[in-house]
């Protein structure tokens, strides 16, 4: 093998590992066997290969190699356990018993097989007013691979295939690009966060659209972060991304173009030294503000409201609370609880079949990782030298808070589309987790410990709650004397750490006026 070229060496290796694979994922597929076989073996040679090939392009070495495995197949053998697994430990209903766990994937793909089985042009389900598909971009996707792999069954096993390359090819831009835009040690922590974030590994390994959307954000975040170099290829690479990003969720596609103009932008300004072009770029970065903000609230305002009923009455312990606080308290609370989802008190209290309840906590445990990282970056990059660096830091941690936002208020509180839409920046996320990780390892600790904290306060008496709600006194217990003692729990250490510091602060100063004046004496 050693006298064959890369290309061929890529060829190779791909084709003998996607027969080996290929042929144990068809025999947990139904008849016919080389529907199954075939199919697979073609998609996955395929992805095999565009693997190695951005793994050579990037003059990737071992840990890399080690990241996209990771990330490629925790993704394909999770799809392929739920796929096997969930009829059998799911819910009694048609897409769990079809082994899916999004029940829009599985009225999309049945769609798709149809219109794959029919003789009008595929083009027709862009148009089409039955499709399931509001965009038209993802089923379009799935209907050419089943007309061309599997006209006799819905394989969801394929499209998982296609979302785990995806996601795993992105997971190679944002490593380098994170690489080139900070450094290596804050690169590898991102990328390890992306590749096992539990938010995304199930989406991965799903049928959904925000695989390919989070894949599609991290190439075009690399071209945003190394335009200089090649600028017109760069372009291509920014181009195209995105309006494929368009073609499978056009709200989506123009959110994610708009952040990473935004950023782009101000780290374009930062190197400008004429007044006179900062000022033209800030006016234009506000004009995209207002833009942004017109077109989310558009976007926002037709189920803002129907959401937060929707989490009204999706159970009955909120509906009670809801009530008890009175109209105008309803829109925060639905926020704050839409924020902390999936809710992980309300995961390892509520009462659900194993596959389930493991399936809740592992997502819970995942944000909840994630919550203390966004108010430490963002408290901590105001302090990052030179000021240069901070604004495209600023750009990111504040883009993240809107769209938590964002997404909460257009999901409400629900524990399934809430953090659908928010893991669609996942990438900016890894970022973030990533920045933030270097910053504690070069021992800025202190406040990191206090947000989580906060976090865990939040945590402990909610899950005191829920015990005693659901397991020890079965009735109601004080909701709001809970928040009173959360409030006091986050008063005390958020407070405790600005005195703590302003006497640090004052010791410090105190010591070296001693030291100071010393020198002078002597």
Known sequence: MKKLSPLKQD?????IASVIISLAMAAFQPAPFFSAWYGANLLLWLSFLLLLRTWRFFQGGRMLAILMLVTFFTRIFLGLFIYISLPDIGFDNAAENAGYVYADAYVRDTQALTFARGEDSLSTIFSAEQSA??????????????????LDEVRPVFITILAALVMTVGLAFLFDAVRRRWNEKIALAAAWFYALYPEG?????????????????????????????????KILYF?????????????FGAILAGLLAAFWLVEWLTEQRSTRIRRIGLLVLAAMGVVGLIGGWLWLKPTLYYDAFLTQ?????????LDRMGEKWRMPFITIYG???PFLPGALTDPS?????TTAIIRALGWWFVLPFIPFGFFSMWKTKPKAERWGLVVLILALLAWVLIATLRAGGDQWDNPRYRALLIPWFAVLIGWCWHRLREGHIAWFLRWVGVVLVFFIVFF??????YQVIKEYIGFFDMIRVILAGWAMIILGGLAWDLVKRRRARHTSDSEGSGRKVS
Not at 353 to 357: A, H
Not at 464 to 469: N, S
């Open 11 to 15: 060829l190779l290796v791909s084709f």
């Open 133 to 150: 598909d509001q965009y038209g971009g993802l089923m379009y996707l799935t209907a050419v691979i089943y007309r061309f792999f599997s």
């Open 201 to 233: 590994i199930l989406l991965g390994s799903s049928q959904m659209r925000e695989p390919f959307l989070i894949g599609l954000f991290c190439i075009a975040f690399w071209a945003v972060v190394t335009w200089r170099e090649k600028t017109a290829q």
């Open 239 to 251: 181009i195209i991304p995105v309006l494929l990003s368009l073609v499978i969720s056009t709200p």
């Open 313 to 321: 009455t999706s159970s009955g312990n909120i509906t009670v609370l």
């Open 339 to 341: 924020v902390v989802q």
């Open 353 to 357: 079949l194993p596959f389930w309840r």
């Open 464 to 469: 005191l709650w829920y015990m005693f709600r």
